[in-house]
């Protein structure tokens, strides 16, 4: 980062960061260098956060590895398999018939070596450390891994295209997306509710290269990491920060036409539900017998920004991205894939037809395939996604493995103590505003099959723009 984090006016925080930096570790394995720059060598990655964890097992997928625990207590090297079960507040821990209980343990690797984690469904595989924590839900598991081989792990797995360009463009995204989190006091997760990260098995030949070939490049704005935040496809029209999250606008997510993703596979889709199912579907994410849905407001580029559900006797508006995040809740991500969509309803079935997949905010992955397929650079196609923004180096001359960001001063280090915030789904965060009530594009008082087949996307339609509860901001969604 091009500012320093502490400055002669920031004296008399020193004595705070001091006390922060005992928390930091839980976020990312660091060091402050002369210059006053936090360098970051490692990210600390939840993993399995979504999953009830009891018991797992956990080895060395060569050689042996050194157990230990958080202070130092207790210490032993082993090659052999490491049972781990959550008893209350404390992790037992089980190596050759010989039992430990203790507030945390932590794996070591040898030197080029890794980890083997088995659950009672799945197995995975894991560079770094591995740190296990019990929790009221069971074991809290945390990886903490070179940063590099994260971001491989990450674009293996939200990218699975075969292009370098558009890969080196995902790798830049994927390391600016944790690296603002962390700089934000966020914990790195492993699901698409934050971004996709598989572990070894994921972090391909491909991926790892364009990890590497980007190595401590990042995208700012002014100065300051951005919220790199991406989505698979956009419908042929890039959707800005406001109208999905109802955020203050950022000048680099703006609204743009996007040629690109209009070659896609998800550049229109159809998807049925009965009346029935859906108006079941919403009522048990929104706690009101829904009867009947009305379009009440459509952003500039067609994507759907709220909706009203109306019950017997009362109503409840919520924006578009929590409706979808709804629906793809009780009924998958590939049923109402995006906000871009028009809807009918005949005969007791709902028709949606629509564009993209995903929240549609910044890079859209298969638009950087085709772009990368049409000659462009990583750069250029960073360019286009995130306008107003330059490339910068933050690992500058020290390694190519080391970040530099700002350790933050108000927020707080800890990992969020919520064990239920693990779905990876929007969120809807209390009652809108009521705006006027344009119509009702599937209530059954419309008598004409005209009527109730009316197509609700305007292209170009303006309307007036509200406060809108925000969605969270994640990768994918």
């Given amino acids: 980062m091009k500012t320093t984090l502490f400055t002669s006016g920031l004296k008399s925080a020193l004595l705070v960061l001091l006390c922060l930096c005992a928390a930091w570790p839980a976020l990312a394995s660091n060091r402050m260098t002369s210059d006053g720059i936090r360098y970051v060598d490692e990210v600390s990655v939840r993993v399995l956060g979504s999953t009830t964890l009891p018991s797992v097992r956990i080895a060395p997928i060569s050689g042996s590895f050194v157990v230990q625990s958080e202070n130092g207590s207790y210490s032993r090297r082993t090659g052999r ?27 070591l690797p040898e030197a080029g070596s890794a980890l083997y984690l088995k659950t009672h469904n799945s197995n995975h595989s894991y560079a770094g450390e591995l740190e296990v924590q019990s929790t009221s839900k069971g074991l809290r598991i945390l990886n903490i891994v070179p940063l590099e081989d994260y971001v491989a792990s990450v674009v293996g797995s939200e990218y699975g295209l075969d292009d370098l360009e558009g890969a080196k463009a995902m790798a830049v995204v994927a390391r600016t997306y944790a690296l603002y989190a962390l700089e934000n006091g966020k914990e790195l997760r492993d699901h698409e509710g934050f971004q996709v990260y598989g572990g070894l098995k994921r972090a391909t030949p491909a991926a790892r290269r364009a990890a590497q070939q980007t190595a401590g490049q990042v995208l700012e704005h002014k100065g300051n990491l951005i919220e790199a935040v991406y989505s698979a496809s956009n419908g042929g029209r890039t959707a800005s920060n406001t109208t999905i999250w109802g955020s203050k606008p950022l000048p680099y997510l703006k609204s743009r036409k ?36 009305h379009i009440l407001e459509e952003a500039g580029d067609g994507r759907i920004e709220s909706v009203r559900l109306k019950g017997n006797k009362s109503s409840k508006d919520v924006t578009g991205t929590a409706f979808r995040a709804a629906v793809a809740r009780h009924f998958g991500s590939k049923s109402l894939r995006s906000t871009l969509f028009s809807a009918n309803e005949r005969r007791g079935t709902y028709t949606f037809k629509g564009k993209g997949f995903g929240h549609g905010v910044g890079l859209s992955q298969w638009g950087a395939h085709f772009m990368a397929l049409d000659g462009k650079s990583f750069s250029q196609i960073l360019d286009f996604y995130y306008a107003d923004t330059q490339l910068d180096n933050r690992f500058g001359d020290e390694s190519s493995r080391h970040a530099r960001i700002e ?29 006027k009530e344009k119509r009702s ?29 925000k969605g969270s901001k994640r990768s994918g969604w």
Avoid at 459 to 468: A, E, L, N, Q, Y
Wanted: no cysteine; proline share 3%.
């Fill in 258 to 293: 996007d040629s690109w993703d209009s070659k896609s596979p998800y550049a229109s889709w159809t998807w049925t539900v009965s009346e029935k199912e859906l108006h079941r579907a919403l009522t048990a994410s929104f706690g009101l017998k829904v009867k009947d849905i």
């Fill in 81 to 107: 398999e490491v049972v781990i079960t959550a008893i209350g507040n404390q992790v037992e821990i089980s190596i050759d018939g010989r039992n430990e209980r203790l507030a945390s343990i932590r794996f």
């Fill in 407 to 435: 350790l933050p001063v108000l927020t707080s280090l800890s990992y969020s103590k919520d064990e239920n915030d693990s779905t990876p789904v929007q969120r809807v965060s209390g009652q809108m505003e009521t705006p």
């Fill in 441 to 469: 594009v599937f209530s059954k008082k419309n008598n004409s099959a005209e009527k109730q087949t009316e197509n609700i996307w305007k292209h170009g339609k303006k309307t007036t723009k509200r406060k809108k509860s």
